[in-house]
């Protein structure tokens, strides 16, 4: 009984360390890249930094109702200000209608 438990735990091992990847970073993509990713993708969440990310969109039709687009702009390897898309920001608590 034992060492049938402790093969099974072997071989769950193996499958929760696959199914785990790696987010993408922008610090580790040139600007184009960055952008053109989120472009590709319409919306995707990147790594921005040691412990950060961010959920990046292409337009505001990726944002939930009553979220609205607000430029994005990401450090990327060679820039320290790239703009990559957009994120979502609700326009009634964080202000998006003052600027």
Same mark, same amino acid.
Request: hydrophobic residues 40%; charged residues 20%; aromatic residues 8%.
């Given at each position: 009984?034992? &060492?049938?438990?402790? @093969?099974?735990?072997?071989?769950?091992?193996?499958?929760?360390?696959?199914?785990?990847?790696?987010?993408?970073? @922008?610090?580790?993509? @040139?600007?184009?890249?960055?952008?053109?990713?989120?472009? &590709?993708? $319409?919306?995707?969440?990147?790594?921005?930094?040691?412990?950060?990310?961010?959920?990046?969109?292409?337009? $505001? $039709?990726?944002?939930?109702?009553?979220?609205?687009?607000?430029?994005?702009?990401?450090?990327?390897?060679?820039?320290? &200000?790239?703009?990559?898309?957009?994120?979502?920001?609700?326009?009634? @608590?964080?202000?998006? $209608?003052?600027?």
């Amino acid at each position: 009984m034992r &060492r049938t438990l402790f @093969t099974g735990v072997l071989l769950l091992v193996p499958a929760g360390a696959a199914v785990a990847q790696a987010r993408p970073a @922008t610090p580790d993509m @040139t600007c184009a890249e960055a952008a053109g990713l989120v472009t &590709r993708t $319409g919306a995707i969440v990147l790594t921005t930094g040691p412990f950060t990310y961010a959920r990046l969109v292409r337009d $505001g $039709g990726f944002c939930p109702l009553p979220e609205v687009p607000k430029p994005a702009f990401e450090a990327t390897r060679d820039a320290a &200000r790239c703009f990559v898309g957009y994120t979502c920001h609700d326009r009634f @608590t964080e202000g998006a $209608g003052r600027e």
